[in-house]
């Protein structure tokens, strides 16, 4: 019987392996994701605080719709003999979705290991676990998504540092959403320290580069991403974050296809993916189904992601939401909160009822209708 492995528990590895089962149907294709957890982290929300909430069982998606969860990690992956090696087992395979997801880039600085991060589920519980009864002082480093987010939620319980190495807040949302996001930082009173960077951490206190020293009862990284070097593992060209490129079927080698934060693809003219769940759900489906049809005699389909918009939570300032790839403010306070909440609503995949899963798994492009 021919097999799909799937490597990566993340939104992308459950979506494939949900839209390969459902051009499967009653025919005879063994499907198995390879992941070492028990669940699915819905890592958006890791910043909120329950983190432990940001969890959905692997066995309520994958088991109703027949799928094998091979509890292990990946460390080979060897393409021309199409296997793997999970935790020293070696399996075998027909195509191969690699959707291992991405890491946060540590700094090699002295006392790094002191820091937290918002990057995983066993990271936030650190960080909440280290808060908790204190009221003391926060210092964010890095002014992206999640720096924001953990930034204005934390602004409610003691003083909070933004640390950007960059001359302006949000370097990467562009010049669109700034203004609201240094009204609502202000609001907040969330201080913020430009142009500069943590250089080394010691006890209760972060080192920057221009100095000073600034009081810190923990310091949280937040500062940028990079794929999982599984992909150096995989013939073909990546580009700066280590993301494999791929084709518009997302095939990134002969019968391996990429989805997720490993990947590269191409989201519109002159536009690649970003590394978000609103690209790796959709990649997710394409690169699942498209590893099924190529097995099955069953047209590929292109990925075609729903138009880009961005939703940053402000914590008790509310939310920016915007639209296009220039992030034009559409909503922002109450109502781009809301938005932000019916987004972290809506990236919960449906479990337990087989039907449903399919369903949604056949709804590659879902866009926000805001």
Not at 35 to 40: C, E, T, V
């Given at each position: 019987m021919a097999h799909i492995v799937i490597v990566g528990g993340g939104f992308a590895g459950v979506w494939s392996a949900a839209a390969a089962a459902r051009v499967r149907g009653t025919r005879d294709l063994r499907i198995t994701l390879i992941a070492p957890g028990d669940d699915l982290v819905l890592r958006p929300r890791l910043y909120e605080p329950e983190p432990e909430r940001a969890t959905v069982a692997l066995k309520r998606i994958l088991e109703p719709v027949g799928v094998e969860h091979m509890r292990a990690a990946v460390q080979d992956i060897d393409v021309h003999e199409r296997t793997v090696t999970a935790d020293g087992r070696k399996v075998g395979y027909d195509r191969l979705v690699l959707a291992a997801g991405s890491r946060l880039v540590r700094p090699e600085i002295p006392g790094a290991e002191r820091m937290f991060d918002v990057d995983t589920l066993p990271g936030a519980l650190r960080l909440r676990g280290h808060l908790r009864g204190r009221d003391g002082t926060t210092v964010v480093v890095g002014a992206g998504f999640a720096g924001l987010e953990i930034a204005a939620e934390l602004a409610g319980r003691g003083r909070v540092v933004l640390v950007e190495r960059a001359g302006e807040i949000a370097p990467d949302l562009g010049p669109g959403?700034?203004?609201?996001?240094?009204?609502?930082?202000?609001?907040?009173?969330?201080?913020?320290?430009?142009?500069?960077?943590?250089?080394?951490?010691?006890?209760?206190?972060?080192?920057?580069?221009?100095?000073?020293?600034?009081?810190?009862?923990?310091?949280?990284?937040?500062?940028?991403?990079?794929?999982?070097?599984?992909?150096?593992?995989?013939?073909?060209?990546?580009?700066?974050?280590?993301?494999?490129?791929?084709?518009?079927?997302?095939?990134?080698?002969?019968?391996?296809?990429?989805?997720?934060?490993?990947?590269?693809?191409?989201?519109?003219?002159?536009?690649?993916?970003?590394?978000?769940?609103?690209?790796?759900?959709?990649?997710?489906?394409?690169?699942?189904?498209?590893?099924?049809?190529?097995?099955?005699?069953?047209?590929?389909?292109?990925?075609?992601?729903?138009?880009?918009?961005?939703?940053?939570?402000?914590?008790?300032?509310?939310?920016?939401?915007?639209?296009?790839?220039?992030?034009?403010?559409?909503?922002?306070?109450?109502?781009?909160?809301?938005?932000?909440?019916?987004?972290?609503?809506?990236?919960?995949?449906?479990?337990?009822?087989?039907?449903?899963?399919?369903?949604?798994?056949?709804?590659?492009?879902?866009?926000?209708?805001?």
């Amino acid at each position: 019987m021919a097999h799909i492995v799937i490597v990566g528990g993340g939104f992308a590895g459950v979506w494939s392996a949900a839209a390969a089962a459902r051009v499967r149907g009653t025919r005879d294709l063994r499907i198995t994701l390879i992941a070492p957890g028990d669940d699915l982290v819905l890592r958006p929300r890791l910043y909120e605080p329950e983190p432990e909430r940001a969890t959905v069982a692997l066995k309520r998606i994958l088991e109703p719709v027949g799928v094998e969860h091979m509890r292990a990690a990946v460390q080979d992956i060897d393409v021309h003999e199409r296997t793997v090696t999970a935790d020293g087992r070696k399996v075998g395979y027909d195509r191969l979705v690699l959707a291992a997801g991405s890491r946060l880039v540590r700094p090699e600085i002295p006392g790094a290991e002191r820091m937290f991060d918002v990057d995983t589920l066993p990271g936030a519980l650190r960080l909440r676990g280290h808060l908790r009864g204190r009221d003391g002082t926060t210092v964010v480093v890095g002014a992206g998504f999640a720096g924001l987010e953990i930034a204005a939620e934390l602004a409610g319980r003691g003083r909070v540092v933004l640390v950007e190495r960059a001359g302006e807040i949000a370097p990467d949302l562009g010049p669109g959403p700034r203004p609201v996001i240094e009204v609502a930082l202000e609001r907040l009173g969330v201080e913020c320290r430009l142009g500069t960077t943590v250089t080394e951490v010691t006890e209760g206190s972060a080192m920057l580069a221009d100095g000073t020293a600034v009081p810190a009862d923990a310091v949280v990284w937040t500062a940028g991403l990079e794929a999982n070097p599984l992909t150096s593992q995989i013939p073909g060209e990546r580009d700066h974050l280590g993301r494999l490129k791929v084709d518009a079927h997302l095939r990134a080698h002969d019968a391996v296809f990429a989805a997720g934060d490993v990947a590269a693809a191409r989201a519109e003219e002159g536009r690649l993916t970003m590394q978000s769940c609103q690209h790796a759900t959709p990649m997710g489906k394409t690169a699942g189904h498209n590893a099924a049809a190529d097995l099955l005699g069953v047209p590929l389909i292109d990925f075609a992601p729903a138009p880009y918009v961005t939703d940053v939570d402000l914590g008790a300032a509310g939310a920016v939401y915007t639209r296009g790839w220039d992030r034009l403010v559409a909503l922002h306070g109450a109502e781009g909160k809301w938005v932000k909440r019916w987004i972290m609503d809506k990236i919960h995949p449906p479990v337990d009822d087989a039907g449903t899963i399919l369903t949604h798994a056949g709804m590659v492009t879902t866009p926000i209708p805001f």
